[in-house]
Every structure is written in C-alpha cells, then in structure tokens.
C-alpha cells in the first residue's frame, strides 16, 4: 500500500508527528568505530606568527585541551576523530570556498580563523556525516535512544540554543546535511560582504535560521559553561535545574570570563577547569535525566472533539467564533 499525503489539506504539523510515531521510518545512522558512535572535532593549527589565533591559548595548551575532549568522550563511550583542513582539503568544493571566502569584501578581510570555521563544515561531509562538537565542548548525558541513530532522521540539528538560533558548538547530522548547510552559510556571507565589519560562519547560522525557521533543527541539549561554572558543588537541586536533560557542557572563551573559576585561571587553563567540573559532576549529579530529542516527545493528544452540534452551540459560541475568524482575516 502507498501512503499520499498532500500538504494542502493539512496544515497542522502536529499530524506529521502522530505519524512518526505510527508508521516505522529508515533512522539515519551515526558513523560508529567499534560499535561506538563517533563524535568528531575540527582543529587546525594557526601560527600565531603569521596571524591571531583566535582560540585564547599557546600551542602547548591547545593540545592539552584536544587530549582532554578525546579522553572525557572516550571516557563516555563514544570513539572520537580529529578533523583537520587536509580533510576539508579532499572536498570537490574546497577550492570554491577557499577563493570566495579569501576573496569576501568587509571591513575587516576574513581572519584565518573564520576561513576555518567554514572549512569545518565540507570536512564534515567528507567524514560521512555524524555527530561533531567543539573541542570545548564535553559530555554529560547520555541521549535517549543512543547516539547510534541521529535526531530528527538526521537532518542537520544544532544543540546549544539560543534566542531565535543556535551555537554551532555541537551539531549533527548526515554528509548531504553537512553539505547542504555549508553551502547555505556561505552564501549566507557573500551576501553580507559590504555591509559589516566581519562575518563568522557563527553569524551566518544565525541569519540562516531567522530567514527560515525550517533550514534546521535546533535543540536545548547544550549548557554554556558560564552557567555550569558556580564556584561551588552542586547539591541535586543544582543538578536538576543546571546539567539534568543536558549531553554536554560549552566551556568557550565566554564561560571563562564569565564562570566562577579559582584565583589566577586563565584562558590556558581550560582543560583543567573543564575536569574540575566534570569530576564534581559525575559526584554529585548521578540522577540526571538522559537528553531525550523534542521528535521522541510524545505528541500531545488531539483535543476531544464536541459532540455539541452547530444547531445547538449556544448563539455566545457562534458569536464568538465568527468574531476570531475576521479577527484572523484582518490579520493575513
């Protein structure tokens, strides 16, 4: 039996969820390595010689904190891999974006960093799609399900909301996802080249999804380190409204400035406030709740339909009713 639906004669998406959860979809798989999901990061070095570095820290620090991200992920159950701009590199798309991102008119060019903040997506695509997340980014709770299947059937989803958008610190998704966003982000820019001082692919995601609330996912899953960091241990209340529901903890260069960390820690000492933390976490937060996708939610029921007749609503209703209904027209 073929199942058609035609969009114009429903226009209640809460139909599509009721769906989901009737008929059996294909999930899209994560890539895994020995039975384990993969959670990548992109890193490449920047020779502070040649240009700013952007990630606050000295060569020395960077790696601890790349050794540091493999180990509490692996340490979580995932295996982990490093992205580097040679993976960018063996996309048909890298000359492309490598000329028109160099060749991008603001007030400022394009620092080295932001040029590899977009490369990270076409190496993305060349991983095979999956989950990827900065490399200050680490793990708390598990998600509901495992992350061998992708949320939202692997459509491109971004997990540290904020107003109207979304950090691409911890996203997923498929390789034609990854390419279709890259893509987007970077016409994105080109369309603000002119107009502003500078332009991130930071920016572009935001931009993308206020001009189209549909081109991507976006979930709560992720809290900014700066929240995380109270200068104190946590009692259960403070699991529960903090870390509960949450996969994973964003200590950016935001969280340092902004968290309470101990006397005289700096920027260079980021992976060790993030095992500090992490340490009195896995203590004192041992009830959290798994990160459960807004698609597994159960959608709400369909309201009880009336049994009243329209030849008996009371004239009050009917009044009523017509009255939202030209209320509603004036409005389109």
Known sequence: AVLYICSSFISDDRFFRNLMWRFEIEPSKAATKNGKPIMHTFFS?????????????????????????KQAWEDAGWETKVLTIE?????????????????????????????????????????GGGWSCDYDVFPLNPIVGGAETLPNDGMFTAYEKIPRAAVPSFVSGTKEEYNRMSHLLVSNAAVHQG????????????????????????EDAVVPGQVVLTGKRYSQEDCDRITSGKMGAHFSHSAIFNGVTEEGETMEDRPKIALRFLKMWKEQCTNDMPFTPAALVPPEPEPVESNTTAEEEPSEHIDLVDNLAASASERR
């Open 45 to 69: 070095r920047i020779d502070p010689e040649v240009t700013t570095k952007n990630t606050g820290m000295s060569d020395e620090a960077d790696a601890m904190m790349l050794a540091t991200w």
């Open 87 to 127: 993976d960018a590199m063996e996309h048909s798309n890298f000359h492309y974006f490598n000329t028109t991102l160099r060749e991008f008119k603001y007030g400022k060019k394009f620092r080295e960093y932001d040029v590899l903040c977009f490369f990270r997506w076409l190496a993305l695509a060349m991983s």
């Open 195 to 218: 107009k502003e001082e500078f332009w991130t692919d930071f920016f572009s995601l935001i931009d993308v999804h206020v001009i189209d609330p549909d081109s991507y996912y976006i």
